[in-house]
C-alpha cells in the first residue's frame, strides 16, 4: 500500500509538472505568454511540486507509524527510553553496592 502510494504521488506529480510545462511552451510560441510569466508559472510549479512532495512524505511517514504501531515494532524512541531505564537502573543498583556496609 505504502510503495503504491509513492508511486501514485511522484508519478503524478511528474506527469502534471510535463504537462504544465508543454502548456507554458505552447503559450509561450502562442504569444500567450511572456518569458518572464513563463518563468513565474514555472516557479510557482516547483513550489507547488515541493509542497505536494512533502505533503506525500508525511503520508508515508504517518502510514509506516501506523503500520508499525499495530505490529507492535519497537520505535527508536522505545530502544532510546529503555537504554535510558537501564542506565538509571545500573546506577542505583551500583549506589547501592556501594552504601552496603562490608561484612
Known sequence: MIEDLIKIGIGSAFLAKEKLQEFIEEAKKRGELTQQEAEK???????????KL???????????????????VATKEDIQK??????????????????????
Request: glycine share 2%; proline share 2%; charged share 50%.
Open 54 to 72: 512533502q505533503e506525500i512524505k508525511k503520508m508515508i511517514e504517518e502510514e509506516v507509524k501506523r503500520q508499525l504501531n499495530e505490529l507492535g
Open 82 to 103: 529503555l537504554y535510558q531505564k537501564i542506565e538509571e537502573l545500573e546506577k542505583l543498583l551500583k549506589n547501592e553496592k556501594n552504601t552496603k556496609p562490608k561484612s
Open 41 to 51: 508559472l514555472l516557479q510557482e510549479l516547483k513550489k507547488e511540486s515541493e509542497r
